[in-house]
């Protein structure tokens, strides 16, 4: 009943690991070799600027290849060199690449292709669509979400940067904060506000601004984790042409919540990051033997706790995807996963911690000891990007559980 | 893989609706505290009823034994309304314990024999596995077997046996000299006695059972008991996580319902958030346990897709038996002070996720089966 040759899919799965195989290597085996590969298991970087910037240069050559073969796009219109296919195709796909040893192109696609491209899809005007989605899908351009600003975070709605009408188009004004990849990136979706009278929902406008105009300044911020992949964007009377604009005057609202809504399934899928790696059954089973702690009743039960939800959160995505198959729309999983994820890898990060002991606090050189530090350090952010941890909360409570809103 | 009949989302779904509502009509929550103060501990009128018009207890009896041949995931709507409802009754142990052991103990005779009755409803069955240490066991009985003449007799005790008091048929796990293997033993037969015991879920009655060379007939090959009750745990565990989610989402619901409607300081109490987090944070719970039930279903299917079916169930078992504790348990926090009287079946609940988590042995038993499974 389940088998692959009455599935549509199997010949599309056929050809995604013809393309992985000629272009890729397989990742060597699931078994895991205590002390061998790569020792890292964070989500954010802390690699200098050139080693950084070779990274991002894979990433782009990888997209590329995917770009050029047809797995670059996969959902995307035939005009701008997609496949029209599902986004069940896309996760398919994605599935298959994890098997494989790939650059990891998160620089481009969490936030870039994942979010800001759909929104373009869905609100740009034909010459903005025309100009850069291939550029964007072919690895060329990147970028960045210019939502949040240092007065407007959860309240995202009570953006100040203020965009005003001039002749042929508009002047931005306003700092923007927390502001991912902007160093790496081409262009940015920034949220404004053009009514200052009207509701703030009703009051504000999306565009779509190239960041090499006059006016825009990206200044890193380092990070609690050590690295700076997030930044301040000030932008100081930025002229942005009209034709630019995401969406109607004012109706910015409309074209952030498409942004948001696919934030939601974006985030938590990393499948070739280091993070992926110390998830698995494998690795963390290792981690409790090599630490001694083997026979130790407590690390034991906490490491059991922590494999079965981690793996029913993957049956939960398996779930998911078959209910997207079957046509129906995405229900309040990807909240549920988002709450998971966080939750899961923190718990991850602290178990780790108490087995490795006093070695995680200082460099000794050690394989798997000292790099725990990139988890630890990396975790707080879970809970806060893409909505933070209370207002998923609010999200389940109100919209799936039907709760009374708070009262403002 | 055990499922011969295919079945259709729609048809899931009209099925959880046929039965959610004849239980809803027969089985309301005055029903079910009638029944339960009553012998034996479950309606005996129902319990006919879901057999007869409904076919319940036939639905995953292959059709060669004279049931309709579904699978687990067929079953687990059944069982998972059944949980909602908290419907007392020996489902659980005659369609998943006696009947799971006859089919994994591969007997021709015994399934031909036996199975039919369990499928119809007029047989009640129960496996009685576990001694005086409360654990599940898969060796080591003090239960003895001693061949008499060609035929077994057995001696021992028994404890924690679901449904012990009523059941019509027993297998029985014993000790034999080529290692542990199982038995049927027909209620009635000389020197079985069996008394009912106080417990914690007051929906599931539970008994001792004494064998005193006890007449029995042998299940499967001798010695072949430890395979066939790791079997039955597999299917087990998987047939009580259902349940165990169904009840979760009724406790996720009365909470839900209650929070819109209690009002505290002029607002309803779902309005504060450290009420409608706790809520959020149950749906999670809730909806992650639903996920671990489906795919352990499946992998017990058999489902070309679907993970090992030790792990799949192991990890239902633990995620499910944690999910149900803590809503229930948050579901009376919910309620206040009403959540914490006899009246509210707040409680019902309640016992019924402690008793569940324990069933098998309890986290650190599942836990480190779950490792083992692994390989850890
Ligand atoms: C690593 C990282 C990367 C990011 N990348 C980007 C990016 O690329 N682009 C971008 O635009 N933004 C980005 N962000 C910003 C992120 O979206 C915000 O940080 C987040 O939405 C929270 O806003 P805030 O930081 O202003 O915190 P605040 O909104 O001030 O929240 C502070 C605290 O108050 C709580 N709180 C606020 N409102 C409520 C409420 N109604 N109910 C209960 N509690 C509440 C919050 O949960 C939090 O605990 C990133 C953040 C991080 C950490």
Redesign the interface.
Same mark, same amino acid.
Do not use: C, M, N, Y
């Given at each position: 009943m389940t088998t692959t040759e009455a599935d549509p899919l199997a010949a599309f799965a056929d050809e995604a690991r013809a393309f992985l195989d000629a272009h890729a290597e397989r990742r060597s085996t699931d078994a895991v070799i205590w002390g061998k590969g790569e020792d890292h298991t964070g989500y954010f970087s802390e690699d200098p600027p050139e080693v950084e910037q070779a990274l991002v240069d894979q990433a782009r050559a990888w997209q590329r290849t995917r770009y050029e073969n047809g797995f670059g796009w996969i959902t995307g219109p035939e005009s701008y060199g997609g496949r029209e296919l599902s986004g069940v195709h896309d996760l398919v796909y994605d599935q298959i690449e994890a098997e494989y040893d790939v650059p990891d192109t998160g620089v481009l696609s969490l936030i870039g292709l994942g979010m800001i491209g759909p929104t373009i899809l869905a609100h740009g005007r034909d010459e903005v669509r025309d100009r850069y989605l291939p550029a964007m899908f072919r690895g060329e351009v990147i970028a960045c979400q210019l939502f949040s600003e240092p007065g407007a975070g959860s309240d995202l709605a009570g953006v100040q940067t203020r965009a005003s009408r001039t002749e042929d188009g508009w002047v931005l004004r306003g700092q923007k904060v927390w502001t991912s990849v902007a160093q790496h990136a081409q262009i940015g979706m920034a949220l404004c506000r053009t009514d200052p009278d009207a509701p703030k929902h009703k009051g504000i406008t999306a565009f779509l601004v190239d960041l090499s105009l006059p006016g825009v300044e990206v200044r890193p911020l380092r990070q609690m984790s050590g690295g700076a992949e997030f930044n301040e964007v000030f932008l100081t009377d930025v002229h942005v042409p009209d034709d630019h604009r995401l969406g109607e005057v004012n109706g910015g609202w409309r074209v952030a919540l498409t942004t948001l809504m696919n934030e939601r399934a974006s985030v938590g899928n990393e499948a070739s990051t280091g993070v992926a790696r110390v998830l698995s059954d494998g690795f963390l089973a290792a981690l409790l033997h090599e630490s001694g702690h083997g026979e130790d009743a407590a690390a034991r039960r906490r490491l059991a706790e922590i494999t079965a939800d981690l793996t029913a959160a993957e049956y939960l995505n398996r779930a998911t995807i078959r209910r997207l198959r079957s046509g129906a729309q995405p229900g309040p999983e990807a909240s549920v996963s988002k709450l998971l994820w966080a939750q899961n890898l923190t718990r991850i990060a602290h178990l780790a911690a108490e087995l490795v002991g006093p070695r995680l606090t200082a460099d000794t050189g050690e394989w798997g000891t000292f790099s725990w530090n990139e988890l630890l350090l990396s975790a707080p952010a879970f809970r806060i990007l893409g909505g933070t941890e209370e207002i998923m909360k609010n999200i389940l409570g109100e919209r799936v559980l039907g709760l009374p809103k708070e009262p403002s | 893989m055990t499922?011969t009949t %295919?079945i259709t $989302?729609g048809e899931l779904e009209d099925l959880r609706g046929t039965v959610r509502a004849f239980l809803a009509e027969y089985s309301g929550e005055q029903a079910v505290r009638r029944a339960v103060a009553a012998d034996p501990g479950y309606d005996v009128d129902l319990w006919r009823r879901l057999a007869t018009e409904l076919g319940l207890p036939a639905m995953a009896i292959p059709e060669a034994y004279g049931g309709d041949g579904f699978g687990l995931v067929t079953l687990g709507i059944v069982l998972g309304e059944m949980g909602r409802a908290m419907t007392p009754g020996p489902f659980f142990s005659s369609v998943i314990l006696a009947a799971g052991a006859l089919l994994a103990s591969g007997d021709e005779t015994a399934c031909s024999t036996r199975l039919p009755g369990i499928a119809d409803g007029s047989v009640v069955g129960t496996l009685a596995v576990v001694e005086a240490d409360g654990a599940w066991r898969t060796d080591g009985f003090a239960t003895t077997a001693r061949e008499d003449g060609g035929s077994w007799v057995l001696t021992g005790e028994k404890t924690l046996v679901p449904e012990g008091s009523s059941a019509d048929l027993l297998l029985v796990a014993a000790s034999t000299p080529a290692g542990p293997a199982l038995f049927a033993v027909d209620a009635g037969a000389a020197g079985l006695s069996a008394g009912a015991l106080r417990t914690l879920d007051i929906t599931r009655p539970i008994s001792r059972v004494a064998l005193s060379e006890t007449p029995a007939v042998l299940v499967g090959d001798l010695g072949a008991a430890r395979q066939i009750l790791a079997d039955v745990l597999v299917r087990a565990s998987v047939a009580l996580a259902a349940e165990q989610v169904g009840a979760a989402r009724a406790c996720l619901e009365m909470a839900?319902a209650y929070?819109?409607e209690r009002e505290q300081f002029g607002?309803?109490i779902?309005?504060f958030?450290a009420v409608?987090?706790k809520?959020? =944070?149950m749906?999670?719970r809730v %909806?992650? /346990? &639903? /996920?671990?039930a489906? $795919?352990g279903l499946r992998a017990a299917d058999g489902? =070309? &897709?679907a993970?090992p079916a030790a792990?799949?169930a192991?990890?239902?078992h633990?995620?499910c038996s $944690?999910a149900f504790m803590y809503v229930a348990a948050e579901n009376i926090q919910v309620h206040g002070g009403i959540g914490f009287t006899w009246e509210h079946p707040a409680h019902l609940y309640y016992r019924r996720a402690k008793a569940d988590q324990l069933m098998f042995g309890g986290?650190?038993v599942y836990? $480190?089966r *779950? *490792?083992a499974t692994?390989?850890?």
């Open positions: - | 499922k %295919t $989302e839900v929070a819109k607002r309803a779902g309005s958030q409608k987090h809520l959020a =944070d749906l999670a %909806t992650l /346990a &639903d /996920a671990a489906t $795919e489902f =070309d &897709d993970p792990v799949a192991a990890v239902a633990s995620v $944690e986290p650190a836990h $480190e *779950l *490792l692994l390989g850890v």
